[in-house]
T-cell receptor, first 114, second 115 residues
Framework: EPEVTQTPSHQVTQMGQEVILRCVPI?????FYWYRQILGQKVEFLVS????????KSEIFDDQFSVERPDGSNFTLKIRSTKLEDSAMYFC????????????FGSGTRLTVV | GQQLNQSPQSMFIQEGEDVSMNCTSS?????WLWYKQDPGEGPVLLIA?????ELTSNGRLTAQFGITRKDSFLNISASIPSDVGIYFC???????????????FGKGTSLLVTP
């Protein structure tokens, strides 16, 4: 079964530092997403990406966040200056054209900001 | 985004029992989905519902899209220990043409099953 791969699985960073979370979506998928889940809380939408541009973003996705698809396989989330409240699980997801809500989620990156 | 109220927050049941959980919203949704999340993993889609009144099964799981389009329930019959996890409802109002088809998630129902 094809998988969405996320690295690293756990990252610890100091407040104010920049972090890049990496994802390799399923190869024939066209739509890419980042969601986050603060410990013990619900999964929250951050951003969707299609055709090399952001198609939708939430209020959480402010100027400190950015996404990029630097090559044909990777999809990254950058947090420019991390804050304590950015500590969360970050999930990447992808889907193909024919399954509107048939996301496949990765296993997540646990980001801890200290 | 639209708030989804999911209940119960947690359930502790014995193996073999049936389970029911539900999700309500003050807004009308045109899609309801149910996901399961195991510890340390991402959510996995269980059932997707696209029409009001739709009743869909996936093995021992059954979910329904409420006719008011403001609620959905998930039933698990004859629970087994591997049903343990957190179950999330998720929904979406009608997307615009530029929409990324983002989902709103409920807060989850934590299910524990004892042998």
């Amino acid at each position: 079964e094809p998988e969405v791969t996320q690295t690293p699985s756990h990252q610890v960073t100091q407040m104010g530092q920049e972090v890049i979370l990496r994802c390799v979506p399923i190869s024939n998928h066209l739509y890419f997403y980042w969601y986050r889940q603060i410990l013990g809380q619900k999964v929250e939408f951050l951003v969707s990406f299609y055709n090399n541009e952001i198609s939708e973003k939430s209020e959480i996705f402010d100027d400190q966040f950015s996404v990029e698809r630097p090559d044909g396989s990777n999809f990254t989330l950058k947090i420019r200056s991390t804050k304590l409240e950015d500590s969360a699980m970050y999930f990447c997801a992808s889907r193909d054209r024919d399954r509107t809500y048939g996301y496949t989620f990765g296993s997540g990156t646990r980001l801890t900001v200290v | 985004g639209q708030q989804l109220n999911q209940s119960p927050q947690s359930m502790f049941i014995q193996e073999g029992e049936d389970v029911s959980m539900n999700c309500t919203s003050s807004s009308i949704f045109n899609t309801w989905l149910w996901y399961k999340q195991d510890p340390g993993e991402g959510p996995v889609l269980l059932i997707a519902l696209y029409k009001a009144g739709e009743l869909t099964s996936n093995g021992r799981l059954t979910a329904q899209f409420g006719i008011t389009r403001k609620d959905s329930f998930l039933n698990i019959s004859a629970s087994i220990p591997s049903d343990v996890g957190i179950y999330f409802c998720a929904g979406r109002v009608s997307p615009t043409s530029n929409s990324g088809y983002a989902l709103n998630f409920g807060k989850g129902t934590s299910l524990l099953v004892t042998p």
